[in-house]
């Protein structure tokens, strides 16, 4: 057991510009979350997946971002013409299921600056 | 909506010093509670967690009790070392359907030697 991982640790971009990050859950886990920390706050729900289905959307995230989970196991959170707005660590966190209870193990983020 | 509210930090503590951080919550169920820590340059983890109202969440010497009558999950150490020292979140969910964690705004907690 790896751990999550996320790639690339950070971004640079120029406003307007197209990034893609990468999440690898911990193998076995149905459930896969982004958040998005800023300075200062906790993390913020953006969406998550139960396997590849991609059940619940926040209302964060906007047109401009959209998520895969092909096949269930990794995925990514694309954001298509950046804005300084969308400046912030996005969090990947994988649990084994659906219940309360249940931890979702985070990986460490990807840190993304738009100029 | 549901939320969670955390004391203000920063927190500054002499090491061997009794710590609280304070934690309410509004929610419109009966959520899990957890309390999930940040050291500097590292991830967020879990520190401990509770299910149903009056458990008892401990870890590495953190206890936090899950208070339905006082919507609380406050998180206390009887000695704190510099090592604690990092951010700490408080955080409910539901699982199921709203399974994602709803997070406080966090407590940076300074320990001096």
């Known amino acids: 057991d790896t751990g999550v991982s996320q790639n690339p640790r950070h971004k640079i971009t120029k406003r307007g510009q197209n990034v893609t990050f990468r999440c690898d859950p911990i193998s076995e886990h149905n459930r896969l979350y982004w958040y998005r920390q800023t300075l200062g706050q906790g993390p913020e729900f953006l969406t998550y997946f139960q396997n590849e289905a991609q059940l619940e959307k926040s209302r964060l995230l906007s047109d401009r971002f959209s998520a895969e989970r092909p096949k269930g196991s990794f995925s990514t959170l694309e954001i298509q013409r950046t804005e300084q707005g969308d400046s912030a660590m996005y969090l990947c966190?994988?649990?084994?299921?659906?219940?309360?209870?249940?931890?979702?193990?985070f990986g460490p983020g990807t840190r993304l600056l738009v100029l | 909506g549901d939320s969670v509210t955390q004391m203000e930090g920063p927190v500054t503590l002499s090491e061997e010093a009794f710590l609280t951080i304070n934690c309410t919550y509004t929610?419109?169920?009966?959520?899990?509670l957890f309390w999930y820590v940040q050291y500097p340059g590292e991830g967020l983890q879990l520190l401990l967690k509770a299910t149903k109202a009056d458990d008892k969440g401990s870890n590495k010497g953190f206890e936090a009790t899950y208070r339905k009558e006082t919507t609380s999950f406050h998180l206390e150490k009887g000695s704190v070392q510099v090592s604690d020292s990092a951010v700490y979140f408080c955080?409910?969910?539901?699982?199921?359907?709203?399974?994602?964690?709803?997070f406080g705004k966090g407590t940076k907690l300074s320990v001096k030697p």
């Open positions: 955080a409910l969910a539901y699982g199921g359907s709203q399974g994602n964690l709803i």
């Open positions: 966190a994988s649990s084994l299921s659906a219940l309360a209870q249940e931890t979702q193990y």
């Open positions: 929610a419109t169920g009966y959520p899990s």
